[in-house]
């Protein structure tokens, strides 16, 4: 399960964090996991897809799950 199991000292340190994104309005011609990716782009690392925005059975808003090194807040509203 694991590759390496080390004893934590101080000087360990994560470099990056997972965050939940909301995304809202997006039509649904363009409700994909490549569209999702383009939005994304800017923050980094798609993990996570969830699994009622992948079914379609929510559809005010999608939420996908990002890896990211930037430690600023993500809070990004784009009207075009």
């Known amino acids: 399960?694991?590759?390496?199991?080390?004893?934590?000292?101080?000087?360990l340190c994560f470099n990056n964090k997972l965050v939940w994104i909301r995304i809202g309005r997006v039509p649904l011609n363009?409700?994909?996991k490549e569209c999702f990716l383009e939005i994304i782009?800017?923050?980094?690392?798609?993990?996570?897809?969830?699994?009622?925005t992948k079914?379609?059975?929510?559809?005010?808003?999608?939420r996908v799950l990002v890896r990211t090194t930037s430690l600023k807040m993500i809070n990004k509203v784009d009207n075009s």
Request: proline share 0%.
């Open 1 to 11: 399960l694991f590759e390496q199991v080390v004893e934590w000292t101080l000087d």
């Open 30 to 32: 363009v409700w994909s």
């Open 41 to 52: 782009a800017e923050v980094r690392e798609l993990v996570l897809i969830q699994e009622e």
């Open 55 to 62: 079914a379609l059975s929510r559809m005010d808003f999608a």
